[in-house]
């Protein structure tokens, strides 16, 4: 009950939003006069249904908004009586009201994806955080952060325990006081060193506190200034490597016996003097002496040589990583051990074995590294083949469509392969060391089958042996399966593994049942199931061909409508015939992907058609010739176009006959389909669109209305700017008039009233252009949702968690749009009552309508609020007042083109009044006309782009009807309006 309750509630919804709608066209048409486009109010409806509702109700909300738009709009008070113009009107409005709604949808479904992910990122970013933490507590070093005072900053959990005492109490002793027992640091402490010359420092310290010798650097923290404000105070106990160096020059002698009785190579080399001490052995096993000169078991002579001769037998690659790990074991006091290839004489490569330790002074420094090396090519060789040995059957036993299973002599589980995973359900972890009993595994039934099989394998009847029955899986699903069992012995014939490779036959086992079962009826319908099938392949076949052909000219349709609504905009704010036709001719190519459009213009004197403006293969046009009479050159669709009013199609242009005098030329360009729809002047034909495709066949009959649409959205924009031309004029004639007239009755309240109105309806133009800037971003991001749903539907990624987030983007989306249209409505809404309000409340109601307009145009605005000081008055027309002088200084300075446009703000109180000053960097108002800017109708802009009327209106607003003064003067960088109130 309460579900469907809700159900009625959201599309109750719904249907609440397009009334609301309707409403608001109402009222805006009251202002502005009728003729509102419907997807001024109805097209945000039903995006806000859908981000409010979900996907239902905003489909529910683009029906009824439909339904309005055919009662009201299209054929007033008649439903369903249009012609089939406005049956293609209204069928683009459900069309393009259906995307949005699904793009709205698809909106909140990617916004949900997208903090997801931030959420995701932040959680890895905590991970690495704590990550590093960890590491530094658990270096076995003794690690302090020390200051320029000797104090600890910070320790890790090696240095705190060696105090005994917490991290943190450490924090804030001083390190010779608690490590040295003294008042003042020793002699050799690396951090005073550190400190004198901010280098890093490195001593061997023998400590009575911690018992042992350390080897302590102190490595400078330096700031952004390289100043030094800290120091890393690294400790490392080397007792036993110390201790491991006596012991070592001790049985040196013993160890060159042992060496050369086992061939294994002693050097010594000196660091100091840069040479190396090596004995015969060493001397084989690089290549330097031949095998038959091995030395006996007790010869210990060594030879003197340079470094480069032992880098110098060492392979070009492996040298550079030897040379890194000698430095890395040198420099942390760390034995030795690398191995690496040498080149002998001959060319032949041997693999060589080297162990060693450097040998350090008390001061700390490194003079001897004493070493010995092994020859271990044939180890290596070993290696390599048992390696390789072990990959290859790691490898085949992974990749085996058998899940194979091996267990240990007391049948525990010891091998357990991915495909045994698939299979059973387990992962390795959870069977290793288990037996069947632990497992469970074996079916009640064929637990007789699996006894026999295991007394077969451990009382040496069989090596081999084949079984069939049932397992459970983890899920406790039962399946059938083969085992193919093999049993390895000791040579006592001890069982040592048993090797097991499993086969999931289950669906064999159902195939083979069901297979029984319908054979015979199968025999009896082969001959009937193959005559449908054959019907069915064609009709498939025929299904596959439309859906393909429907689905290419779908794509070609969305670019069509692409276009149109591109086109649409772009009639909006034409400013001349020419722009239109250079506009159309780019959006045709670039969003429709048209080879070629262009418009030409017919020449009655001549009787040919002129190119007027053209975008994309425009080579095609050169020197072309078309005519607008019955003649070889006027038979193509432009030409015919022209001549029949109306449009036409040729969908096959390299063979159409009527194309004929262009076929080698459309085949250079590719040229395969041509589409033209005449252009009319107030009833006349004046020229034609052409539009080329590069596929035969791509017009049909919804492109051909799309087409004709376009044609006369065209013609009527063109009509609207001849009729905006009479207008112009007319004003122009009537302004002498008006001015006389308002003059006369100046005085009278309610006069003043109706041009505060005026004033707000001569901004409409301006405010609508303010809402296409508010509007245009959030609609791209609106469509890129909703095409996001069209390309992820019915793959694996489109989820209801995947609609579910862009249906809640969406929603956002139309919910700021919605907020844009209610406070523009509220911005006219006409007040009747003073009231008390705020100057910086007036401004930001301003700037949130014009902050998108100002961004487009890069103006920064700065706010200076010194003072907020209560006024009494109209709020709406005081914000009118700040709206006039934002718009003409934006004006100005996108007219001059300042290279770092500025608008100051700057709000203030004075003996109980608000003063609020608006300054601009434009360069001011000329003097010889600067006291005459409230006059009215005294405009600089032209007749086409103000009426004169803005600034006489603001003077009237704050100085007669709320007792304020208005002024303007010019400073330094611009003009200043300065208002009090």
């Not at 249904?49 to 054929?75: C, K, R």
């Not at 660091?271 to 031949?290: M, N, R, S």
């Not at 303010?770 to 909703?786: D, E, M, S």
Request: charged share 25%; hydrophobic share 40%.
């Amino acid at each position: 009950m309460n579900s469907t309750f809700r159900q009625l509630r959201r599309y109750s919804v719904a249907l609440v939003f397009v009334a609301a709608s309707y409403l608001l066209r109402v009222s805006i048409e009251k202002m502005v006069g009728p003729g509102l486009p419907p997807f001024i109010t109805f097209y945000p409806t039903i995006m806000i249904a859908t981000l409010v509702a979900g996907l239902g109700p905003g489909l529910l909300a683009t029906v009824a908004s439909a339904v309005l738009v055919d009662f009201l709009i299209i054929t007033p008070h008649q439903i369903g009586s249009w012609s089939y113009e406005e049956a293609a009107v209204l069928l683009l409005y459900a069309c393009i009201g259906f995307f949005m709604t699904w793009f709205a949808h698809r909106y909140r479904r990617i916004r949900d994806g997208l903090e997801t992910l931030v959420a995701e990122r932040t959680e890895k970013l905590n991970r690495a955080k704590d990550e590093w933490e960890r590491t530094f507590d658990s270096v076995p070093d003794l690690i302090a952060i020390l200051d320029e005072q000797h104090k600890v900053i910070r320790v890790n959990r090696s240095m705190a325990n060696k105090l005994n005492r917490e991290p943190t109490e450490c924090i804030g002793l001083t390190c010779f006081e608690v490590i040295h027992g003294t008042n003042s640091p020793p002699d050799s402490c690396p951090h005073a060193q550190t400190l004198c010359d901010l280098t890093e420092h490195e001593s061997q310290v023998e400590d009575t506190v911690f018992g042992g010798t350390y080897l302590v650097t102190s490595t400078p923290l330096l700031d952004s200034n390289l100043n030094m404000y800290a120091s890393v105070h690294v400790a490392r106990e080397i007792t036993l490597l110390k201790q491991a160096e006596n012991a070592l020059r001790e049985s040196e002698e013993r160890l060159a016996l042992a060496a050369s009785a086992t061939q294994i190579g002693i050097f010594d080399w000196n660091l100091d003097k840069g040479c190396i001490l090596w004995t015969q052995t060493h001397a084989v096993i690089f290549g330097y002496v031949p095998a038959s000169a091995a030395p006996s078991t007790t010869t210990t002579t060594t030879t003197e040589h340079d470094y480069y001769e032992w880098t110098d037998r060492i392979h070009p690659d492996d040298l550079p990583p030897v040379e890194a790990e000698l430095h890395c074991c040198m420099q942390e006091g760390k034995p030795v051990e690398v191995h690496f290839r040498v080149i002998w004489a001959d060319g032949s490569i041997h693999w060589v074995e080297c162990k060693g330790a450097f040998l350090h002074e008390n001061s700390g420094k490194t003079t001897r590294m004493l070493g010995v090396v092994m020859d271990i090519t044939e180890r290596k060789l070993a290696e390599e083949l048992l390696r390789e040995s072990e990959l290859r059957l790691r490898f085949h036993m992974e990749n085996s469509p058998m899940a194979v299973i091996e267990w240990g002599k007391d049948f525990c589980i010891t091998r357990w392969t991915g495909e045994s995973e698939r299979i059973f359900g387990w992962n390795a972890d959870e069977v290793l060391g288990k037996t069947l009993a632990d497992l469970k595994i074996v079916f009640e039934d064929d637990i007789p089958i699996v006894e026999n099989t295991v007394a077969q394998l451990t009382n040496g009847e069989a090596r081999q042996v084949v079984a069939t029955n049932r397992n459970y899986t983890r899920s406790g699903d039962v399946l059938h399966c083969t085992w193919y069992n093999s049993v390895l012995t000791d040579n006592d014939g001890q069982v040592r593994s048993v090797f097991s490779k499993v086969i999931d036959i289950t669906e064999q086992k159902r195939a083979e049942e069901s297979l029984k079962r319908v054979h015979e009826q199968l025999e009896l319908r082969v001959a009937e199931r193959t005559e449908q099938l054959a019907e069915t392949v064609e009709t498939l076949l025929g299904e596959i061909a439309s859906r393909e052909k429907a689905e290419k000219s779908l794509v070609r349709l969305n670019k069509l409508y692409a276009v149109l609504t591109e086109t649409n905009q772009t009639l909006v704010r034409a400013a001349s015939r020419d722009s239109i036709f250079r506009d159309f001719c780019r959006i045709a190519v670039e969003h429709g992907g048209f080879l070629l459009a262009w418009v030409g213009l017919v020449d009655y004197d001549s009787g040919q058609i002129r190119v007027a403006a053209s975008h994309g293969a425009t080579g095609y046009l050169e020197d072309i010739r078309i005519s607008i009479n019955e003649e070889p050159a006027g038979l193509g669709s432009t030409g015919r176009s022209v001549r029949e009013g109306t449009y036409y199609i040729c969908n096959d242009f390299q063979n159409d006959s009527c194309t004929l005098p262009w076929h080698e030329r459309g085949k250079v360009y590719g040229i395969h389909s041509s589409a033209a729809v005449a252009l009319k002047e107030e009833g006349n034909v004046i020229g034609a669109l052409t539009l080329y495709a590069g596929e035969n066949n791509f017009f049909d009959q919804q492109h051909v209305e799309l087409l004709r649409q376009m044609g006369e959205d065209v013609t009527f924009a063109l009509d609207y700017l001849r009729q905006e031309e009479l207008r112009t004029y007319s004003e122009q004639a009537l302004r002498e008039e008006t001015l006389e007239r308002l003059r006369t009755v100046e005085e009278l309240r309610i006069q003043e009233q109706l041009l505060i109105q005026q004033s707000r309806q001569a901004a409409m133009g301006e405010m609508i252009g303010n809402i296409a800037h508010q509007w245009r971003q959030p609609l791209n991001t609106l469509g890129l949702y909703t095409q996001r749903l069209g390309y992820f539907y019915g793959s694996p990624s489109f989820t209801k968690e995947f609609l579910d987030t862009s249906v809640a983007k969406s929603n956002e989306i139309i919910q700021y749009m919605s907020r844009t249209i209610d406070d523009f409505r509220n911005f006219f809404s006409t007040e009747q009552d003073k009231s008390d309000f705020t100057a910086d409340e007036a401004v930001k109601k301003v700037l949130s309508l014009v902050e998108a307009n100002f961004r487009e145009h890069r103006i920064r605005v700065e706010i200076v609020n010194k003072k907020e000081t209560t006024i009494h008055g109209f709020p709406n027309e005081y914000a009118q007042v700040l709206l006039n002088i934002m718009i003409n200084a934006k004006d100005a300075l996108t007219e001059r083109t300042i290279e770092f446009p500025c608008l100051k703000i700057t709000m203030d109180g004075k003996n109980g009044k608000s003063l609020v000053t608006i300054s601009d960097n434009a360069g001011g108002i000329p003097d010889d006309i600067i006291n005459k800017i409230f006059d009215p109708y005294f405009t600089t802009k032209g007749p086409q782009q103000g009426t004169g009327v803005g600034l006489f209106m603001c003077k009237n607003i704050i100085e007669n009807k709320m007792n304020g003064k208005i002024s303007v003067r010019n400073s330094d960088e611009g003009a200043e309006f300065r208002i009090e109130a």
